[in-house]
């Protein structure tokens, strides 16, 4: 019911700001959870930020708050990722994933196995 195309990855110095994009489209009108999700080789897939489309609810992890912003633009049906003050250990595949949720859902859940339809992820290597 959705398709989510990831956009903005890069490489770039630690330091650096990027802002990573997820357009959504599909189902744009039905009230979902969105989220950005990292994934390291090796490593299990971990839960960066989400944000409910409908109440604009969003929780951040804790090893992001106060560098990265999630947010959600209705009208154009994208999802953004503001990532400053990037470090070495952000390095990682960045997905955008969502899952749909009732009307009267306010919050979102953050983890990863939650979450059921996903793009294909979109780089981000940062360099020390």
């Known amino acids: 019911q959705l398709q989510l195309v990831e956009s903005g990855g890069g490489s770039v110095q630690a330091g650096a700001s990027l802002r990573l994009a997820c357009k959504v489209s599909?189902?744009?009108?039905?009230?979902?959870?969105m989220g950005w999700h990292r994934q390291v080789p090796g490593k299990e897939r971990e839960a960066v930020a989400s944000i409910n489309t409908g109440s604009y609810y969003s929780l951040l992890d804790d090893s992001v708050s106060g560098r990265f912003t999630i947010s959600y633009d209705n009208a154009e049906n994208t999802l953004y990722l503001q990532m400053t003050d990037l470090k070495p250990e952000d390095t990682a595949m960045y997905y955008c994933a969502a899952y749909f949720i009732g009307p009267g859902d306010n919050i979102c859940d953050k983890y990863p196995s939650i979450y059921n339809i996903w793009g294909q992820g979109t780089q981000v290597s940062i360099s020390s």
């Open positions: 599909g189902d744009t009108h039905t009230r979902r959870c």
